[in-house]
């Protein structure tokens, strides 16, 4: 049955391009998102992800003003845009979500993380760690004569960076914060 | 006005203030404390339910036939998790309840304690806001906020959980604040530029079509309204989802019938090969688009919706605007009378004459018996002898729910009820009364398939217990008819488990309810039997035996297009390929 001519299962036009800018790239977004401090509140983010299937690259979140009972979540996620502009959508339909920000689209932003690692190791190794540690301005934050614990802070590539030297050379243990991130400028 | 009183004082003063008149419920022990305020009023009526379920489906019946939000109160952990399907239903479809829970005392929680469960937890998915309320102080308030919460934006189900100890305990009450609260304030205006974009691509459009939806039923009556001034003056054709029926009337000049997998042939063509496409308050449903990628692909797209995470999810669209419905078609009235009313008339009317090409083909017709009561045949005669009649409508799920929906008239919103963003089995019966609840007079009809009517036939006691004169008009094929449907079409006809077997007599069942039933099964005695359903001063069950192997068309098949419908059994050979086989 042809409608108006037009070839059966036609999708020239379709639906999903009409629009040049709706790619199928994937792309890293670095979301702020001020909440009311009220129990639950995280439940409900981190049951948006799960239940609509969205990615947590990374989760941070904690009290930003007491007297005004708000939290700050920061999340990395990744997702093509149309996915990015619905996890947008999504949070800004929970109640207690006061403001969504994606810091990757709104201009210029700093993207800061810490993390504490672990390395065990003695002789040669011991002494390259601690020179690499130098370069990478990362402090020594617990010393005994078998190990260091390292405080670094950065972006998550510098601290993967680090990482990723630190693992021939005795890793034992990472503990990351996940990004906490601000727009730059006033 | 501040005031001291108990927990369970507040709940009902609240609910007073709220304008609240009827409650469905069920009591418990860690709700005892509000039955007891309950016992020593009378402004409230509560309306005892046979389950949990169907307290939620009534409160949603009485929401979607009134406009006003529906109200249900049930007991800690299995009144909780009962109440689960309801609300799922109602946030699918986007209708305000407000549904109270007890929970055990504050100090029990977290001890799995008798009857404790994880209310606010389990509900979280399943509402659009839930709270757990741990000091009487702030209850009164939270009350207030959950109506406000329900009812404004995209509507939807809340829950409250009351811990026994806040009922017990004094607190300060607070009536309600004008206006709601201030941290929850949806836009409901639509941007005037995109308005503006708007009309001006209705202006020069040569095949435009509105596609209207729930949304416009739930922004009020006024929406209606104006949607029906606008569709007139235009002379655009228009074509609803299953939950928007009756925003435009069924007799309307400009009426398509119903868009969608059962949706008539002339509708889903005129979405095939429109170029322009104005979407209110629907939100591109897979049950409407069918295959994505092959779905109106001519058309420019507009988008009215007053949730912004409807707009680009499944369908990307040109010109979205967020707001309230009622607002956004009063704004695009005005600017479309303002540049001078124009369309393209020339090219409308061409467009009107491909359209009536595609209704020539008759969707709907089937072939007629005299002997059997084809499903179609029945619901034509219904709609036939209560026309006109100040008549509400509900539905089960399955073949029933769609030829209920193809073949009944809607002339006003909020006259039709059914599940259709879950497609819940056993909503019906219990909807119907809430319908009935709130319109005492009305003819409310619930069309049924005689396996959905099961899943909350409990509820019979309910209508007979309050006098709720329900029609329960079961359309009896001793089938799960739709999954038979699909099992004929998508699985080599092996039938698997979709017989109704064991059926009970529907006729003794009545009786045995209290109320009065009659069994039909030739087409010539039908007319009589539904005269003396309509005529019947209480509830009654007609159990109308209608032809077991009917299917319903039009239907798109899963992972098929607008243009690639079926329209009869003859159609149906090999229709639906692997790919349409995994979707549901
Ligand atoms: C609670 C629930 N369980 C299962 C289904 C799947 N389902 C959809 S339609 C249908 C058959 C309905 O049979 P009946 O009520 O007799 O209606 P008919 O299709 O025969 O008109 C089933 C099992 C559902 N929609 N809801
Ligand atoms: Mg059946």
Redesign the pocket.
């Known amino acids: 049955m042809a409608a108006l001519n037009i070839k059966k299962g036609s999708n020239s036009h379709s639906a999903y391009n009409l629009r040049p800018n709706f790619s199928d790239v994937i792309e890293k977004h670095t979301l702020a998102v001020v909440v009311d401090n009220e129990a639950g509140v995280l439940a409900r983010v981190i049951g948006l992800f799960s239940g609509r299937g969205y990615n947590i690259d990374s989760l941070t979140v904690a009290e930003i003003d007491h007297a005004g009972h708000r939290s700050r979540i920061t999340i990395c996620t990744t997702g093509t845009p149309q996915v990015i502009e619905q996890i947008k959508a999504q949070l800004g339909r929970i109640v207690p979500v006061h403001e969504v920000h994606d810091l990757t689209v709104e201009g210029p932003s700093v993207e800061r993380e810490l993390a504490l690692l672990k390395v065990a190791g003695e002789g040669e190794k011991r002494v390259e760690a601690l020179r690499l540690a130098d370069i990478f301005r990362a402090s020594v934050v617990d010393s005994t004569l078998k190990s260091f614990v390292f405080e670094i802070t950065g972006t998550p590539d510098k601290i993967d960076a680090f990482a990723d030297l630190m693992r021939p050379l005795g890793l034992v243990e990472v503990a990351r914060t996940g990004v906490a991130a601000l727009s730059r400028g006033a | 006005m501040t005031r001291q009183m108990t927990g369970a004082k507040m709940v009902v003063q609240a609910l007073k203030d709220q304008g609240v008149d009827t409650v469905f419920g069920y009591p418990g022990g860690a709700v005892l404390p509000i039955y007891d305020e309950i016992f020593q009023q009378n402004d409230i009526k509560h309306v005892l339910v046979r389950h949990e379920q169907g307290a939620v489906h009534m409160a949603e019946g009485y929401a979607r036939s009134t406009g006003k939000p529906g109200v249900a109160l049930v007991t800690s952990g299995p009144g909780a998790t009962n109440a689960v ?1 309801g609300l799922t239903d109602a946030l699918m479809d986007s209708i305000p309840i407000i549904v109270l829970t007890g929970q055990v005392p504050t100090f029990m929680i977290g001890s799995d304690a008798f009857q404790e469960a994880d209310t606010v937890g389990i509900t979280r998915p399943c509402t659009k806001h839930n709270w757990l309320v741990k000091d009487t102080n702030a209850l009164a308030a939270t009350l207030h906020e959950a109506f406000h919460v329900a009812t404004s934006g995209r509507p939807g189900p809340v829950l409250i959980d009351i811990p026994k100890d806040v009922q017990f305990a004094t607190g300060t009450y607070q009536a309600p604040v004008k206006g709601g609260s201030k941290r929850y304030k949806p836009q409901v205006k639509g941007d005037l530029d995109a308005i503006t974009e708007l009309v001006a691509a209705l202006e020069t459009a040569k095949r435009p079509v509105f596609y209207t939806g729930g949304g416009v039923i739930n922004s009020g009556k006024a929406a209606s309204q104006l949607l029906r001034e606008f569709v007139d003056a235009t002379g655009i054709p228009i074509t609803s989802t299953l939950m928007g029926l009756g925003s435009y009337p069924a007799s309307g000049a400009n009426w398509l019938g119903m868009l969608g997998m059962h949706g008539l042939y002339e509708a889903n063509l005129a979405m095939h090969g429109c170029d322009l496409l104005i979407n209110i308050g629907a939100r591109f449903d897979d049950r409407i688009t069918g295959r994505l990628d092959a779905f109106s692909p001519h058309s420019k797209k507009a988008h009215i919706d007053i949730d912004p995470s409807s707009i680009n999810k499944v369908v990307r669209v040109d010109i979205p605007i967020v707001g309230d419905v009622g607002h956004v078609l009063e704004d695009l009235l005005k600017v479309w009378k303002s540049r001078g009313r124009k369309v393209n008339r020339e090219a409308i009317a061409k467009w009107w004459t491909q359209i009536n090409e595609w209704k020539k083909v008759n969707c709907l017709s089937y072939k007629g018996s005299e002997t059997t009561i084809k ?1 179609q045949y029945a619901l034509q005669r219904l709609e036939e002898l209560t026309k006109g009649m100040d008549r509400y409508v509900t539905t ?8 209920a929906a193809q073949f009944l008239g809607f002339e006003d919103p909020n006259r039709w009820m059914t ?1 259709g963003g ?5 909503y019906g019966l219990p909807a119907s009364i809430g319908v009935q609840m709130a319109h005492p007079d009305a003819l409310v009809i619930n069309v ?8 909350n036939m409990q509820e019979m006691g309910t209508a007979v217990q309050y006098r709720a004169p329900v029609k329960q008009f079961i ?11 699909w099992q004929q079409l998508l699985h080599g006809e092996r039938y698997s488990q ?1 017989w ?1 077997e064991s059926l009970p007599d529907f006729v003794k069942l009545a009786e045995a309810f209290g109320c009065k039933g009659a069994k039909v099964d030739n087409p010539k005695d039908l007319d009589d039997a539904i005269m003396e359903m309509i005529k019947y001063e209480g509830p009654y069950i007609l159990d109308v035996l209608v032809e077991k192997h009917e299917n ?1 068309f039009p239907m798109i098949p899963s992972g098929k297009a607008h243009n690639e419908m079926l329209l009869g059994d003859a159609d149906t050979q090999g229709a639906i390929g692997a790919k349409g086989a995994v979707l549901v």
């Open positions: 399907t499903p089960e799920v399955g073949q029933h729910q769609m030829w599940s879950l497609g819940t089995m056993g049924a398939g005689e396996a959905s009517w099961l899943m359309l009896n094929n001793e089938r799960l008819g739709m999954v038979r449907q979709s109704s319903c």
